[in-house]
Every structure is written in structure tokens, then in C-alpha cells.
């Protein structure tokens, strides 16, 4: 349940887990955690109970410990709850969806930054698959045959809401086997363009790092011992002034829930207009806008066993941080 005056986001992470945040409105001042938590996510109150006793819920940055707990207008509450296991998504033709690439086997999503994947807490209505369904309806038959997960047919690996790009999409069970296990073998290459904080010394290099969850927010990743194993390579593509910034390729060897945004916030370069990581202070872009595009994908066809390479220049709304050209350059280049 959510409305206008609920500042509302969630995510799902590679575990299958939701991250949920979410800004304290009027209407939930003095409101007890677990209603408030169970209004916001559509769980029961005693789902609520259970979350907060298990220590996944935070306001303020403080883990809650009691249920009865009051809120305050303007507070934050963070956290982490099962993906929903119910979420099937219903067509709507009226998603705009654009196709980079389309065959009997796969489609590739072009996903501008504002638009959400897939059904969450607060984001029931307008997702990217909803409208790939309504076009497609074979790729909703996945979910009945028990392919993949409930609420994101044929859907093999995720970007955040905020960042922009290349999305893959299984058409069929053996396409969907087939990019799944190319993925867990690393086989599928994705690069990223990135606009980060500061100039980044390095022309090149790699970032070794394993992610797990913040033990004190559990809507946040960051570097951990123990944590998933997790690699970013990334080269300097320019440098920006005025404010000092770099522009950066960054190709993933590992998928890990904000891993490009963890990673390069380790190294003391967050990424542009990232609250999470580092601050949202560009106000030439959305204020929901990451400086972060996914524009490149290749992978071995399911079918013909050839490779695949697509990809996207940098959208217009990310380019008013400075020229792309060679960053597009970047993606186009063997």
C-alpha cells in the first residue's frame, strides 16, 4: 500500500531478498512499526512482528528491537523481506518497451532508469515485464511452467531502478536455462558507463572485493570478509571538471546486488547522484537518476550458439554530465 505522500523504493537483491525504504509520511506519525510496516509492504501485522524480531527492520539507521516502536514523520525505515511469492504480473500494453534486440528465443530491453523491473513493495503497477508480457505473452507462460521466479518471467539478471540499459529476457525454458547457466559461469558480458565522484588515479584496474549485507542497513551492501566473492574491472574513459569527476567503463565479472556502486564507493568514487553510496548532489539530472547505464550485453544464442553483442549509447539524460562519445566508443569496441 503506498500513495503519493510515501516516498517508496524497493529492490531486489541477486538472493531473491527485497530491499525496501521508505520515507515516514503525516498520515503513519506516532504509528507503531509493525502496522505501519504492514501497511507499507501489504504483509500481516504478525509477518511484521516476525521481520522485526529477526532483525530485519531499521528507522533511522537503528535496528528495532520492539514492535511497538513509534514512528516519527520524516523518519526512514529500512527493510529486508522475502520477495513476494504471489506476484503474478499482470500485462499492460500501455509500458512503453524498448526492444534492442528480438528473436524467437530472447529479448533484449533497452530500460530507461525511472523505469521498475518487476512487482515489489510500492510497485505493484507500471513495470518493465508487465509491458513485455502484454506484447509478448510467451514469456508469462514461464512463471506457470515453474521457470524462473514468480513475478519475473523469463528474467535472468536485474538493474536497479535509477540505473538505465541493456536488460536479457528469456523467451522459452531452454533460453532460459541456457542464459542462466551462462551467467553463473560468467559468460555473458555486461559493460557499464559510470560518471563517479573525483578523478579516478588508476587508468585501470580491478576492484576484489566480496559484498554482503550492511549489519547496520539492511537495505545497503557493502565490502565484507564475508561476504559473496565480487570483482569489478573498470578504465578511466575521461575526466570531467567542475566538479572533479571521472568517466569510467566498468564491466562485471561478478553480479552482486550494487556492485558497481558498492565498489566504487570502496575506492572512495561513488557513483553520481548516488544516496545510498555517496550523495545526491547533481542537480542537473533526475533526482531519482543514477549516473550508471548498462550499455552492453553478449552472450552465446540459445539456439545458434553464435554470440550475441547488443548494445545502447548512453541515454540523453545522463549525457548532460559531460560527452559520451567515447564512452560509446567503449561499449562499440571488441
Known sequence: MSSPDEPLTSEIDDEGAEHLEATVPALMDAMRIDRALAMLTGCSRSEAVRLIEGGSVVVDGVAVTKPSQLLSEGGVVEAVLPAPSDGSVTPDASVDVTIALLDDDVIVVNKPYSQVVHPGAGNHQGTMIAGVIARY??????????????????????????TSGLLLIARNKDAFESLSAQIASRGVERR??????????SARGVVDAPIGRSATSPTKMTVRPDGREARTHYEVIGYLEQPSRTIIGATLETGRTHQIRVHMAAIGHSVVNDPRYGQRNERSIDPERLALHAGRVAFDH?????????????????????????????????
Open 137 to 162: 505473452p510467451d514469456v508469462a507462460k514461464l512463471a506457470e511452467e515453474g521457470v524462473g521466479e514468480i513475478g519475473r518471467p523469463g528474467i535472468v539478471h536485474r538493474l536497479d531502478k535509477g
Open 192 to 201: 557499464y558507463i559510470a560518471v563517479v565522484e573525483g578523478h579516478v588515479e
Open 302 to 334: 540459445p539456439t545458434s550458439g553464435e554470440r550475441v553483442v547488443v548494445t545502447a549509447e548512453v541515454p540523453s539524460d545522463m549525457i548532460v554530465l559531460g560527452p559520451m562519445k567515447q564512452a560509446n566508443e567503449w561499449l562499440s569496441a571488441n
